[in-house]
């Protein structure tokens, strides 16, 4: 049970304490895909402008979410986020879009949270903006890809996109 | 481009005019899951009261998150739910725990987002209480069950778990 | 078990459905007091224009904290409130200060929880401000006074200050 | 006194009861602007895509502000936006780019709050973006231009951009 | 007038300037009760699972509100917590249910509103919960517990639960 | 292209990573006024209590709206205000009245953008709560006035009020 750290000894939820740990730089990259179908990424790559909208307004999601995080978490910490980027890539061959979402700070403890909630808000909101077009879509494969800084060293993770 | 109901003619996000839309009584059931490993997994399962309280916050962070959408979702209307509900179900075979969330209201407008939201912020929450046991968590197959209400019919989805 | 509405049947937390509700009006009236002790209660008394930006500071934060009652409270229902007043009156007998808020609504679910929430944010506003003179004021006695509307009819307090 | 609906008798603050005010289709139009000076405007206008990016995040923030005006101006009433567009256009001969935010609701009070607010985040978005370049911009001329619904009928300001 | 440090010279509200004061360890711990009448507490007491989730949900919320300090109380600081705790005890002989909330940063500022915050929000649930049983419940007894960290040194009540 | 900070090599908004840069207080003031018309200003200046209460609820949305710029303005970074205060002038031979915000912080990152949201939703405050008297209110000259701290030093602007 002691591997749950945001369980108390009797099992109740709670913040954990970070009063002492470290204040060292913290890198978190996220990853995650939408499976929108042929009509939608025809749609969007087509798009010209269009296209440049749907995903301006998913990243500004994404980010703002990102900032969100403990809001959204229960039991995240408040954090200063330092840097926080979100990028698309859009992969034909499955008709998916593949968002990746960066979190930075110097500070307590890690921002992996920020950066997977980063992720699937950014999806959600392209999900939003193509569902009258299609009402299948799919958001999957959301994971952690790196993480570094704190006392659990480098994590990277083998396979990815 | 017409079909992007979220772009006016000239390729600007737009929330929807739906002003002139009816109130009806609309429905919508999302799902998703998290693929959380085997010590995760065999952790919950025999947590007992543990077990209860890392369901009982991801639950809780789902509605709460439902609540939310239209703060995350940059063109959602701002709907008021008339219920939030969130279920999990945990499936062994693939060391999985499944979300399914339902939202409801009379309203104007559709409350998938709402569901998908419950979803994915429910999920980021059991990541976050069992991250320190397992880093390779991914969240996944987050998508529309159903969705009744509204000029658009009645919606469900064949594949399910 | 069937009395707690906010669990469903397995125990578990679940916003009520109240799509079917009717839309009646519905009013709430909430009380509490803050004990502040002598020297608060001289300060804020003498206060003048002083006494009217305490008083004026935490009346804004409970009607602000009524409005942000679906964010705190995790089960309650999203409302358009129609109204919302917050009262104050001192009672210099026990060096407190009372508070009175009330809420207002056509809806279909009560507006109890978000008199309550007014009452207490602006209880706790009031701490903030005096609590570098006196780190032992009590907030006390937070109570529904009055409730109108809807299927469970009046309902009134007998006893109140 | 009695002019300031947001005051009661003894001039204390108060959200205006509309319990009993008819439900309208109410719209609003405010606008305003930013002079960026010279270079930040030729450095928007050749931006192409980046150009796009400045004003599709300024749009977003607008949007989202005008959703969230109950949370920023204490006694405006929680409302559910049935419309919210931003629009810019750029004025060279001034060096400035203006904003234009409607705002829609069938409800039963107006919504020019939210399109005041949306045109001023909006514009503070564009503030942010560009404040490395000139710190000397200036936010100017917010003001209602139309107004529709309600009791107090049609209002249309003569002079306009 | 002095002694009000959130009252500038004028008798404005003004938040107070900490940014000289020196980062410290500072923890918190304030703790009030809900007197739920006799059926609500044999109902939760008895509830197994269901008590589980009415307390479980209710501790989330406390947390999440102390997180929320400021946003909701008008001149506290943004601060980072480090950790945020909530506890519950069930006093049969007043049919109460007390609530403890300790809350820690390494900061500037003491985090006293944090704890009563999550206190008074996790009593709300609680009331909210059960509020279809008995509408008399009152939350009472709302206090400062102990506080440490900071140029006021430690401070402990000495009458408590 | 490369002077808008936040656009990355492809136009993309990014949050700016400010995770090497100094700790250093920083300070900044913002200003700006509305022209409210004869009436409005009557009201106000001979409003006694109510004036200060206009003024009072409008310093407390000021404020508060100052804590939460990260949450409106996308690319601003989550930080903590060590200081907020907002105050007003009353100018009778523009019938306007002009607001100051000042904000401060021991940080890694400007708070202009603080001090900006600060002014801004302080005077739309005003408009709100004198809306009925007056629809053809303006706000206006929203400018930095003063920032210090940083890598680029002191900056005054020379025509002020």
């Not at 995650?32 to 749907?54: C, N, R, S, T, Y």
């Not at 699937?120 to 009402?135: E, H, Q, R």
Request: with cysteine.
């Amino acid at each position: 049970m002691a591997e749950f750290t945001h369980l108390d000894e009797n099992g109740n939820a709670v913040m954990v304490d970070v009063t002492e740990k470290e204040i060292t730089e913290r890198i978190a990259v996220a990853e995650g895909k939408i499976l929108v179908g042929e009509e939608v990424f025809a749609a969007i790559k087509e798009g010209g402008v269009a296209k440049g909208d749907v995903l301006a307004c998913a990243r500004v999601a994404g980010i703002m979410a990102a900032k969100k995080t403990p809001e959204l978490i229960p039991l995240c910490h408040p954090l200063m986020l330092t840097k926080v980027s979100v990028e698309f890539t859009m992969a034909e061959e499955e008709y998916a879009i593949y968002c990746r979402c960066t979190t930075k700070l110097a500070g307590k403890t890690g921002v992996e949270m920020e950066a997977l909630t980063g992720v699937s808000v950014a999806l959600l909101t392209i999900y939003d903006m193509c569902k009258a077009i299609n009402k299948r879509m799919e958001i999957s494969d959301i994971h952690l890809l790196e993480k570094s800084g704190g006392k659990s060293g480098h994590f990277q993770r083998s396979i990815s996109v």
